[in-house]
Nanobody, 115 residues
Framework: VQLQASGGGMVEAGGSLRLSCVLS????????MGWFRQPPGKEREFVAA????????YYSDSAKGRFTISRDNARNTVYLQMNSLKPEDTGVYYC?????????WGQGTQVTVSS
């Protein structure tokens, strides 16, 4: 099983990034997918999640209105479109796949937002 995240980078405040995460080794459409992040020196925190059917989407208060999570079951991929980025969005972003007893994590991708 592998979760491969990509799309991180360095951007100025107000800019945008799109993160992608591909799940391999499992049936992607069965999994609820999420994005978490870990700011420097802080605990990992929830950012957004999307249900296996794609019908339910959930966001942290800080992500609402700026970030959009989506999934493409044909491509085994979950996305996080991040707009109006702020310096406090800086951190390592991790994708997560959950279904029944499975709880898989990707390796993380660094997002740095400069002021």
């Amino acid at each position: 099983v592998q979760l491969q995240a990509s799309g991180g980078g360095m951007v100025e405040a107000g800019g945008s990034l799109r993160l992608s995460c591909v799940l391999s080794g499992r049936t992607f459409s069965m999994y609820n997918m999420g994005w978490f992040r870990q700011p420097p020196g802080k605990e990992r925190e929830f950012v957004a999640a999307v249900a296996s059917t794609g019908g339910g989407r959930y966001y942290s208060d800080s992500a609402k209105g700026r970030f959009t999570i989506s999934r493409d079951n044909a491509r085994n991929t979950v996305y996080l479109q991040m707009n109006s980025l702020k310096p406090e969005d800086t951190g390592v972003y991790y994708c997560n796949a959950q279904w029944l007893g499975d709880d898989f994590w990707g390796q993380g991708t660094q997002v740095t937002v400069s002021s």
